[in-house]
């Protein structure tokens, strides 16, 4: 589905992406995994066009989105998440997933002096949108609450609700279990694995810790120093030597 060929991202002096070459598979959920300053980021800013690359390439189902733009990319199904949640925090849960979705009839002034039924019609089917993804996510108990309100774990669930609410073909997800509680972040993954085996979203997430990625994702893919360095299952890319030496000796190889 997503194709990355020689990827180079520079900040003046500083390569942060270097020559990075990967694939993202259709229906998969592939891990990113690498040291701090390994790249991985900013690789996502790059696909997800926040950044422009300095040279390289990035394809979707083999058409070139090579610097387009985050709403372009939107609209061709490409969507992220962020490792700090950006909800309208003085909106309610509810409402924050029904502003998601594009071209509504309620946009324009004359639909609203005019066509009022065509306005009350698409709100109606908004909402019921809105509604069933509540459901799926089990977050009922906060539909109505402020977005500002909720913990860390729930506005991650929030940020995941809101790319339910288009018809994603691909979820970048950064650090979705950063600062989230163990409880909230099992229940993260299982609405990540439930949405992939049951609706085929494909995900790539940037994740350190590496429980949660065992238990979602294959392939893994470490990055270091702005490249990949290793493919492959959680055990094979945890038990590579270059890993391993990566990671300065953290204890990676140890956490099976």
Known sequence: MIVVENLHKRFGGVHAVNGASLSIQPGSITGLIGPNGA??????????GLYQPTSGKVLLDGEDITGLKPHELFHKGVLRTF????????????????????????????NTWFKPGL???????????????????????????????LSGGQKKLLELGRTMMVDAKIVFLDEVGAGVNRTLLHKIGDAIIKLN????????????????????????????????LAEGTIDEVKNNEQVIEAYLGTGLKHKK
């Open 39 to 48: 790249g991985k980021t900013t690789l996502f800013n790059v696909i997800a």
């Open 83 to 110: 490792q700090l949640a950006h909800e309208f925090s003085t909106l309610t849960v509810r409402d924050n997933l029904m502003m998601v979705p594009p071209n509504q009839a309620g946009e324009s002034l004359l």
């Open 119 to 149: 306005v009350k019609g698409h709100e109606e089917e908004v909402r019921a949108k809105a509604d069933e993804v509540i459901r799926f996510l089990e977050i009922e108990h906060v539909a109505n609450e402020f977005a500002g309100n």
């Open 197 to 228: 085996e049951e609706r085929n979203y494909t995900f790539c997430l940037i994740e350190h810790d590496m429980e949660f990625v065992a238990r979602l994702c294959d392939p893994v893919i470490c990055m270091a120093e702005g490249a990949v």
